[in-house]
């Protein structure tokens, strides 16, 4: 069933306990002509996806969320969009939590708490049969529970001490989400959504190893105006990441 946001108003919401994964269907809703402004939610997610094909499996409690866009922006700016997800989804935790900066930002969109990472995002978008883009959000986070075995150390809501419901954090992640879609589609408004997830940045100024096509090791100096991670390298030159995983130095991956 689907239903008005009432937190977010333009924006619907279909409800399912359980599904295989919110991105797949928030995708079969655009190929059969949804406007868009559609979040999709499952109470549990079976064979959900992560970033780089990995899987995101989220059991009853924790958050499973798609949201569905079409023609958001000019399709050269649609790799901005996890990092304003991020920020978007760091504020909703705030007001559900009831705290102020709990969550740091690890490039590009990861949430992490103490070191730890609470929350996942995934973008992907795929060009519809009418010649408009189709661009999907998913958005898990661990409310009650997390996975033991990741790439990093991983925590919850719950063993952190915060009593935040899905359906609560849900709320406030449509209120904030729209928010910040609102500002990003200003003129200039990603420099505002750059500037606010570099205030909450995980690992500025340190050393870190970047894992992609090539693995790099250098000081996370910046996010360039697109949002890209800028490395500084030993040598003193400087490097533009596009994509990759980012770990400290020492930590097995």
Same mark, same amino acid.
């Given at each position: 069933?689907?239903?008005?946001?009432?937190?977010?108003?333009?924006?619907?919401?279909?409800?399912?306990?359980?599904?295989?994964?919110?991105?797949?269907?928030?995708?079969?809703?655009?190929?059969?002509?949804?406007?868009?402004?559609?979040?999709?939610?499952?109470?549990?997610?079976?064979?959900?996806?992560?970033?780089?094909?990995?899987?995101?499996?989220?059991?009853?409690?924790?958050?499973?969320?798609?949201?569905?866009?079409?023609?958001?922006?000019?399709?050269?700016?649609?790799?901005?969009?996890?990092?304003?997800?991020?920020?978007?989804?760091?504020?909703?935790?705030?007001?559900?939590?009831?705290?102020?900066?709990?969550?740091?930002?690890?490039?590009?969109?990861?949430?992490?708490?103490?070191?730890?990472?609470?929350?996942?995002?995934?973008?992907?978008?795929?060009?519809?049969?009418?010649g408009k883009t189709a661009v999907v959000l998913?958005?898990?986070?661990?409310? *009650?529970?997390? $996975?033991?075995?990741?790439?990093?150390?991983?925590? /919850? @809501?719950?063993?952190? +001490? %915060?009593? =935040?419901?899905?359906?609560?954090?849900?709320?406030?992640?449509?209120?904030?989400?729209?928010?910040?879609?609102?500002?990003?589609?200003?003129?200039?408004?990603?420099?505002?959504?750059?500037?606010?997830?570099?205030?909450?940045?995980?690992?500025?100024?340190?050393?870190?190893? *970047?894992?992609? $096509?090539?693995?790099?090791?250098?000081?996370?100096? /910046? @996010?360039?105006?697109? +949002? %890209?991670? =800028?490395?500084?390298?030993?040598?003193?030159?400087?490097?533009?990441?596009?994509?990759?995983?980012?770990?400290?130095?020492?930590?097995?991956?």
């Open positions: 069933m689907t239903n008005p946001a009432s937190q977010a108003p333009g924006l619907r919401i279909e409800r399912h306990e359980s599904a295989g994964s919110t991105n797949t269907l928030a995708f079969e809703r655009a190929r059969a002509g949804d406007p868009g402004n559609l979040w999709i939610r499952a109470d549990r997610q079976t064979t959900g996806r992560g970033r780089l094909g990995r899987s995101w499996s989220s059991p009853k409690g924790n958050l499973s969320a798609s949201l569905l866009l079409i023609d958001p922006q000019p399709r050269e700016r649609i790799g901005e969009l996890p990092l304003v997800a991020a920020v978007a989804l760091a504020d909703a935790l705030d007001k559900a939590a009831g705290t102020f900066g709990l969550a740091k930002l690890k490039w590009p969109n990861d949430l992490l708490v103490d070191g730890a990472k609470l929350s996942g995002i995934l973008l992907e978008a795929e060009h519809l049969s009418n998913g958005i898990g986070v661990n409310c *009650v529970a997390h $996975p033991q075995d990741g790439l990093y150390p991983c925590t /919850d @809501l719950a063993a952190l +001490g %915060y009593r =935040v419901s899905a359906d609560l954090l849900f709320d406030r992640l449509c209120e904030a989400l729209k928010e910040r879609l609102a500002s990003w589609r200003e003129p200039g408004g990603f420099s505002v959504i750059r500037r606010d997830w570099i205030a909450r940045a995980a690992h500025k100024g340190q050393h870190i190893t *970047v894992k992609g $096509p090539r693995e790099l090791t250098g000081r996370f100096l /910046d @996010l360039d105006e697109r +949002g %890209y991670l =800028v490395l500084e390298l030993e040598n003193g030159g400087k490097e533009t990441i596009y994509a990759g995983d980012v770990f400290l130095p020492g930590f097995e991956h």
